[in-house]
Structure formats: structure tokens, C-alpha cells
Nanobody
Framework: QVQLVESGGGLVQAGTSLRLSCAAS????????MGWFRQAPGKEREFVAAINWSGGSTYYADSVKGRFTIPRGNAKNTVYLQMNRLKPEDTAVYYC?????????????????????WGQGTQVTVSS
């Protein structure tokens, strides 16, 4: 089994930055696609960003493009979500997800059901 642990959430003001971290442990695979999703109260879980194993390809939701980035750590089982110019509408529980594949297949990265492993979530609240 793979465990994903997120950290770095909190309460911040609009316009500021926050960085989330996600580390995978337990049974590890040689390659992972890793992604971030978020879920606001009363809304469905939505795709935020994803990165393939090599880090050569990244994918972003239109709502965060240009503000968020998803770098991988030097240890490939770690991924970050760097969130800049935060807005109140970014308020949500953020979840890390992992799929033991090297690359996204089609639109797989954008679909929560494509991922096998999930973290417990970390709350991000952006005040106006």
C-alpha cells in the first residue's frame, strides 16, 4: 500500500502565496504520475494540476494556470503545489493523488478516478 501525506495548508490572505507538499511512502513504484485536486464545500472534487514521472510534462486547470506550479522534489516520490496570487475562490481541501504510471494517458491526469492513491487532504483558506 502507498501512503500519501500532504502538508502546508493554512489560512492566508488573498494575493499571497502558499506551498503544499506531498510525500509518498510505503510500497513504492518505480514511476508515479502525481496530481493535486481540491474540493470546496458543496462542490465536487476538481483537478488542479498534475506532473508526469520525469517532470517533463505538467498539466493545469484553467483556473490556476499562470498562478500555480507543480514541481517535483529531488526525491521523485515528493511533489509540491506552489500557489501564488491566491484568491478566495481557491479555498478548498487540497488532495494529493498518485498513479503508478510514468505518463498521463489522454485526459487521465485530469480525472480523479484515474488515480489509485490519495492523501487525507489539507485545508487551504484564503481570506479576502
Amino acid at each position: 500500500q502507498v501512503q500519501l501525506v500532504e502538508s502546508g495548508g493554512g489560512l492566508v490572505q488573498a494575493g499571497t502565496s502558499l506551498r503544499l507538499s506531498c510525500a509518498a511512502s510505503g510500497r513504492t513504484f518505480s514511476t508515479y504520475v502525481m496530481g493535486w485536486f481540491r474540493q470546496a464545500p458543496g462542490k465536487e472534487r476538481e483537478f488542479v494540476a498534475a506532473i508526469n514521472w520525469s517532470g517533463g510534462s505538467t498539466y493545469y486547470a484553467d483556473s490556476v494556470k499562470g498562478r500555480f506550479t507543480i514541481p517535483r522534489g529531488n526525491a521523485k516520490n515528493t511533489v509540491y503545489l506552489q500557489m501564488n496570487r491566491l484568491k478566495p475562490e481557491d479555498t478548498a481541501v487540497y488532495y494529493c493523488a498518485a498513479e503508478p504510471k510514468a505518463y498521463c494517458s489522454g485526459y487521465g491526469c485530469y480525472d480523479a478516478s484515474w488515480y489509485d492513491y490519495w492523501g487525507q487532504g489539507t485545508q487551504v483558506t484564503v481570506s479576502s
